[in-house]
Nanobody, 123 residues
Framework: QVKLVESGGGLVQPGGSLRLSCAAS????????IGWFRQAPGKEREGVSC????????YYADSVKGRFTISRDNAKNTVYLQMNSLKPEGTAVYYC????????????????WGQGTQVTVSS
């Protein structure tokens, strides 16, 4: 059974850090591009970051560049999103997805999705 499970969300103060994990079962993550998306209440889901399978290239939304880092651990079949200097506008449900996207920030390029993990940035 193909499954993606996110973890690591929680409540953090502005300026704090969290590391999200995306663990795969039933398939090998390094064959896929892995994207992180987030959806805030009342807003559309948006692309946050992606790591490609072909050459490990990484991509980031302008809003998180310099603060977020995506990485993968093939031995653990897991992709991480290290989030530093978090801002209140980062409050959202964060999802990971696997696929072969042509345009990394568009949802339709991904075949498998996790259930999401809540991140709340508040004092």
């Amino acid at each position: 059974q193909v499954k993606l499970v996110e973890s690591g969300g929680g409540l953090v103060q502005p300026g704090g850090s969290l590391r999200l994990s995306c663990a795969a079962s039933g398939f090998t993550l390094d064959y896929y591009g892995i994207g992180w998306f987030r959806q805030a209440p009342g807003k559309e889901r948006e692309g946050v970051s992606c790591i490609k399978s072909s050459d490990g290239s990484t991509y980031y939304a302008d809003s998180v560049k310099g603060r977020f880092t995506i990485s993968r651990d093939n031995a653990k079949n897991t992709v991480y999103l290290q989030m530093n200097s978090l801002k209140p506008e980062g409050t959202a449900v964060y999802y990971c997805a696997a696929g072969w996207p042509t345009l990394w920030a568009l949802q339709y390029g991904y075949d498998y999705w996790g259930q999401g993990t809540q991140v709340t940035v508040s004092s």
